[in-house]
C-alpha cells in the first residue's frame, strides 16, 4: 500500500496494516525476548491470561531496531506532524483462554481514564495506536477486535455512548495479519481485546506515537498533572515509567529522539 493509500484507509476507515516491518528473519528473536521479558516482568493486576508489561522499551529493546523505520515514521508524520515522540510501549500477550474485553477508545479518549479530553470530543487525529504483530493476528488467536469507522464519533464505548461496552458490536471483526506486520488505528477507533481460542498465545507489543504538543504529564510518575488529576482524585489513569538514561544510551541513534522526552 502506497502511503497515500495508507492515509486514505486512517481517514476513511481509522486503521491499516503495515506489512512486513520487521524482516521475516528476526520476527523469531523479537518475538522469543518479548516472551521471556514479559513472563519475567508481567502486570499481576492484568486480566487473567494476558501478559502485559507497561514501559516495555525499559525491559527489553529487542523492538527497537524497527520503530524508527520510515514506513512507520512517513505515515506517523503525516498524521502527527514532525517532532512526533513515542507515548507508551506495552506487551501484550494473548494466553490461550483469555477473555474479550470492553470496548473502548483508547487514552486520551478513554472516558475512564484520569486524563482524558472529555467526550463529545473534535475530530481530530490526536494520537495514534499501533500493535506489532510478533505471531500472526487471526479471528481465533485474539486479532484485535475493531469497528471500522468509529473513529469519527465523537465518542466511544467507554463514554455511555449507548452501545453496551460488552457486548459484539454488529460491525465489528478481527484484524488478521502477518507476523513482522502492524496494525495503525488512529486512537479514537472502537477496539477490544478478542478472546484467543488457539493454542499459541498471540504476542504484540502496542506502540503509540503522540505528536509534540500532546501533554503526556498525567500518565508520568509524580508530575504535577498526575498528582492533581490522578492521586487527588483516586481515578484510574495508566502509568508510564520514565526511561533511565543507561537504556536511552542503548537506543538506536533514530529512536533516540521518540523517547527523549521520557528521559529519567
Ligand atoms: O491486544 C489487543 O489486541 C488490543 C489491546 C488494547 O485494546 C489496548 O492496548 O488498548
Not at 469519527?152 to 455511555?160: E, L, M
Request: some cysteine.
Amino acid at each position: 500500500m502506497s502511503l497515500e493509500q495508507q492515509l486514505l484507509r486512517m481517514q476513511v476507515d481509522g486503521w491499516c496494516i503495515l506489512e512486513g516491518i520487521i524482516p521475516e528473519d528476526c520476527i523469531a528473536g523479537v518475538r522469543e525476548h518479548v516472551q521471556t521479558a514479559t513472563e519475567k516482568h508481567r502486570n499481576p493486576k492484568a486480566p487473567d491470561r494476558i501478559g502485559h508489561v507497561s514501559g516495555f522499551i525499559n525491559f527489553d529493546k529487542s523492538l527497537a531496531p524497527y520503530l524508527a523505520d520510515r514506513r512507520m515514521l512517513d505515515l506517523v508524520e503525516e498524521m502527527l506532524g514532525p517532532y512526533s515522540r513515542i507515548s507508551f510501549t506495552s506487551a501484550t500477550i494473548n494466553e490461550p483462554g483469555n477473555a474479550r474485553s470492553g470496548w473502548h477508545a483508547d487514552w486520551p479518549f478513554n472516558q475512564n481514564n484520569g486524563g482524558h479530553i472529555p467526550a463529545p470530543y473534535p475530530d481530530a487525529v490526536v494520537h495514534l495506536t499501533t500493535i506489532w504483530m510478533l505471531t500472526p493476528f487471526s479471528g481465533e488467536n485474539g486479532g484485535t477486535l475493531i469497528v471500522p469507522g468509529s473513529h469519527r464519533s465523537p465518542d466511544n464505548p467507554t463514554a455511555d455512548n449507548g452501545v453496551p461496552p460488552g457486548e459484539p458490536y454488529a460491525t465489528e471483526m478481527n484484524v488478521s495479519g502477518n507476523a513482522g506486520s502492524v496494525l495503525v488505528m488512529d486512537s479514537r477507533l472502537w477496539h477490544a481485546t478478542a478472546a484467543n481460542t488457539s493454542a499459541d498465545p498471540r504476542v504484540a507489543v502496542v506502540v503509540r506515537y503522540a505528536p509534540w504538543w500532546l501533554n503526556l504529564d498525567v500518565l508520568k510518575p509524580d508530575s504535577a498533572d498526575r498528582q492533581r488529576m490522578v492521586d487527588e482524585t483516586g481515578r484510574n489513569e495508566n502509568m508510564v515509567p520514565q526511561i533511565p538514561g543507561a537504556v536511552y544510551d542503548g537506543l538506536p541513534d533514530d529512536v533516540k529522539p521518540l523517547f527523549r522526552h521520557w528521559l529519567v
